[in-house]
């Protein structure tokens, strides 16, 4: 049987809705092989995971999705392969659930003067975990009835541009890239297709993700259109990066990609997996 790899995925430690143990099962029952919980910013539900995939037999590779800023703009850099004991990889999800927390007071204010009261209070009743997002915020909008869904929440307040997207509290991706490398990791450029931004600019950035010592990105990610893997192959060609390739589930039912549920490489790629495989 071939191995089927997911290296993006989430659990209820961020703002996915399955539990680390449940997420894995999961992943099991869909046929994938090797697994990489990617939380935003936190390790915390890697321990359990782990203690699972043994179960289940079934991969677990140690991840994490750290949020970051690049000119202006909210570009999220995966670290694969983590010692998870490592003490700067330990103090940085520290600094970035605090970050998370100061942020999601500030954008909660910002709504406030536009009539939306109490969003942090509020978002936290949807927050398990302490890693508060923007999703949180979203699901409190929706079940007190401000906005019909979570996407239109996205659209009307806490999308790019809009008044609660608020991102100046995140580092530089050459940080992010040297907590991930001090903790052994491969940093990964997510999901370079949902960041509507020209194709001039995604190869600017991704030209300073390598010269900042990124290593791999993400040419399959969740479902793309049709030729969009191969341009991306074609990118990671060019800038000498390896390939991965991931779902980003979040929750069942939801607009994201069931884990392992997508094309493979193209034949041309590098398997990110080259790096850690013996
Ligand atoms: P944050 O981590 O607080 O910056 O929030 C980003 C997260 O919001 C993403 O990882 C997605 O899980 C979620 N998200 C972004 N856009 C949307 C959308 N339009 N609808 C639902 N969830 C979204
Ligand atoms: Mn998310
Ligand atoms: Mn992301
Ligand atoms: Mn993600």
Redesign the pocket.
């Known amino acids: 049987m071939l191995p089927v790899y997911d290296l993006h995925s989430?659990s209820l430690c961020?703002?996915?809705s399955l539990s680390p143990q449940d997420l894995v099962s999961r992943a099991k029952e869909q046929g994938v092989t090797h697994l990489a919980l990617t939380d935003?910013?936190t390790i915390s539900g890697l321990k359990a995971a782990k203690e699972q995939a043994l179960k289940e037999n079934i991969t677990l590779v140690n991840g994490i999705?750290f949020?970051t800023l690049w000119q202006g703009r909210?570009i999220?850099i995966v670290g694969l392969n983590l010692d998870v004991d490592n003490a700067t990889l330990i103090a940085a999800c520290e600094q970035q659930s605090q970050s998370?927390i100061e942020?999601?007071k500030e954008i909660s204010s910002k709504l406030a003067e536009k009539g939306l009261e109490g969003c942090y209070e509020g978002a936290l009743q949807y927050c398990a975990s302490g890693i508060?997002?923007?999703?949180?915020?979203?699901k409190y909008l929706v079940e007190t009835g401000k906005v019909a869904n979570?996407?239109q929440?996205?659209?009307r307040y806490?999308?790019a541009g809009k008044i609660g997207d608020v991102?100046q509290c995140w580092p530089d991706i050459q940080t992010a890239i040297g907590w991930i490398h001090a903790a052994g990791g491969v940093a990964v450029l997510a999901h370079p297709t949902k960041y509507t931004m020209t194709r001039t600019k995604l190869r600017v950035l991704l030209g300073e993700f390598k010269e900042a010592g990124g290593d791999a990105m993400e040419v399959i990610c969740g479902h793309l259109k049709p030729g969009q893997g191969d341009d991306m192959q074609r990118l990671a060609t060019y800038f000498n990066l390896l390939s991965s390739c991931g779902s980003?589930f979040?929750a069942p039912g939801?607009?994201?990609q069931d884990l392992g549920k997508f094309s493979q490489l193209p034949e041309s790629a590098v398997p990110v997996w080259e790096s850690w495989a013996n």
């Open positions: 989430h961020s703002d996915g935003h910013d999705e949020s909210n999220h998370r942020r999601a508060i997002g923007r999703p949180h915020i979203a979570m996407a929440a996205f659209k806490l999308g991102k980003d979040h939801q607009p994201w």
